[in-house]
């Protein structure tokens, strides 16, 4: 007899579709690429699954988000929808799966990789002082390992940059946040290394500057050519100028258009654009080993331990413990009206992504749906089980 343990409270609909390749096979980048967007075989706990959800969310996200949802499991993707516009008060343009949304910092993921990429090259090491490699730097305790787990003692930019008195009707740049740093940083404040956990985005705007002083490519440049383009993310590229016309703004709930600001040329921490799909080709990549497994185990490991919780970050990822041992490994990011969010079940191989970019929020609910796979977050409130 099957038990269904769902709650009416799942904030999500995802509708089904996804490859047409066997359940439980993994699934390579360019046969995600092309995949067929109709149900693939799953088990009758799947189908249950999928249609209770549908069934329970599906007017609600249509309602209040203008995005996409994925879920996959061991590389296959058994839970897609679009949903809205890429202009919402129009009505126009419906966001399908190329549509590229602003992934906020869904993007530090992706720095570093290619930071954790040069380091298995041999071009860098995790304990490299940063002014190896940014001489100006102002720090002489924080190390590319800090600047990666948010130890190096720097405040934010998006807030310091203004606060001492950076003129916000110019646009800010990565060298600029760096010259700003080393000529103000004794009004700014900068804290001694490694004596605890700060999350900053000045972190991942200066590893975008050491990948381009290690690769003598723009992090552009380097991000498309050793990481997009091999793996196959043809809808995903770094936010430049030259983008401006083509990219996909971000909304406030009530479909007005958020003004484009003096901060939105800084990249590393941020202004990377992808796609559910893409993601999961990044997902995927991981699990099967662009980066070797000493590096990410690194990556997957918790760094700061001065306060006790449940809620850590390694290299470039957060993570939470659970009581029953379990870990999942994540990311969320929040831009202007854009929200990300990308959840990692490694004992599971299952995989959910949520993008938005009209300041919805509940993207970030989908971490629920881990429990349909596993013991998260409910302890496993959402599992379909089956009895002989």
């Known amino acids: 007899m099957k038990k269904v343990f769902l709650s009416l409270s799942l904030a999500f609909l995802i509708y089904s579709c996804g490859s047409n390749q066997q359940q439980g096979a993994p699934i390579e980048p360019a046969d995600i690429e092309d995949a067929v967007l109709e149900p693939i075989h799953v088990t009758e706990t799947y189908k249950e699954q999928i249609d209770i959800i549908d069934s329970l969310t599906r007017k609600t996200l249509q309602r209040q988000n203008n995005g996409a949802f994925l879920i996959a499991k061991n590389g296959n993707i058994i839970f897609e929808k679009y949903v809205g516009t890429t202009q919402p008060r129009k009505g126009k343009d419906s966001i399908n799966a190329h549509t590229p949304f602003h992934i906020a910092s869904v993007s530090k993921t992706l720095t570093a990789g290619a930071i954790l990429q040069l380091v298995q090259e041999g071009k860098l090491e995790l304990k490299d002082a940063v002014q190896q490699y940014l001489p100006s730097f102002p720090s002489s305790t924080a190390t590319v390992e800090s600047l990666l787990n948010h130890r190096s003692g720097l405040p934010t930019y998006d807030h310091f940059m203004e606060n001492y008195g950076w003129n916000t009707g110019e646009f800010v740049n990565n060298q600029d946040i760096l010259d700003f740093l080393a000529k103000n940083h004794h009004q700014i404040g900068i804290r001694t290394a490694n004596k605890g956990f700060a999350y900053s985005n000045t972190n991942y705007a200066l590893l975008a500057l050491i990948i381009e002083k290690v690769s003598g490519s723009s992090y552009p440049d380097y991000m498309q050519k050793k990481i997009f383009e091999p793996l196959q993310m043809n809808d995903t590229y770094v936010f430049q100028h030259k983008d401006s016309a083509r990219h ?9 258009l958020y003004k484009f600001d003096y901060l939105d040329y800084v990249y590393g921490d941020k202004n990377i654009y992808s796609t559910v799909r893409d993601l999961l080709k990044w997902d995927q990549a991981l699990k099967n080993g662009f980066i070797n497994d000493s590096l990410l185990n690194k990556a997957y490991s918790p760094y700061s331990f001065e306060k006790p919780g ?13 009581s029953n041992k379990k870990r999942i490994i994540y990311h969320n990011g929040w831009w202007h009206g854009n929200r990300a969010a990308l959840y990692r079940c490694l004992d599971e191989d299952v995989t959910l992504i949520a993008l938005s970019n009209n300041n919805y929020s509940g993207v970030y609910e989908i971490r629920v749906i881990a429990d349909i796979f596993g013991e998260y977050y409910q302890g496993g409130k959402y599992l379909v089980s089956e009895d002989e």
């Open 248 to 256: 996909i703004p971000s909304y406030y709930a009530n479909g007005r």
């Open 310 to 322: 449940t809620l850590n970050y390694g290299l470039g990822w957060r993570m939470k413990d659970f």
